[in-house]
């Protein structure tokens, strides 16, 4: 157990590289980081890193897009049960 100065209190701190966990939005709109136990049981972390790099599972069910000049990330289109478009369709809009 390392135990440091965090701003004016005392922290017990361990490495989180390498942990698996999930980015959830509060009601408010700010995100949390929610580790999960095998017993199902979980740990919430409120987010104070700046540039944290995050990699998207494969099987995350997660699409980019791109509605105008708007970039989005959010469930697939399968997920949320969009009508899926064809190429011909596309082309007429451009």
């Known amino acids: ?3 440091v ?3 004016v209190s005392e922290a017990i701190v361990s ?3 390498g942990v698996t966990g ?3 939005k509060r009601a408010d709109g700010s995100f949390f980081f929610r580790v ?3 017993n199902g049981d979980f740990t ?3 987010i104070r890193h700046d540039d ?6 494969p099987d995350a069910f997660a699409s980019f897009y791109q509605i105008g000049d ?4 959010d469930h697939s289109p399968e997920v949320l049960g969009l009508e899926i478009g064809t190429d011909e369709r596309l082309k007429e809009r451009s």
């Open 15 to 17: 490495p989180a590289a």
């Open 52 to 57: 944290l790099e995050v990699t998207i599972s």
């Open 44 to 46: 919430d972390y409120d």
């Open 5 to 7: 100065r965090y701003g």
């Open 1 to 3: 157990m390392t135990i």
């Open 22 to 24: 999930f980015l959830l």
């Open 36 to 38: 999960y136990g095998s």
């Open 70 to 73: 708007r970039l989005l990330l």
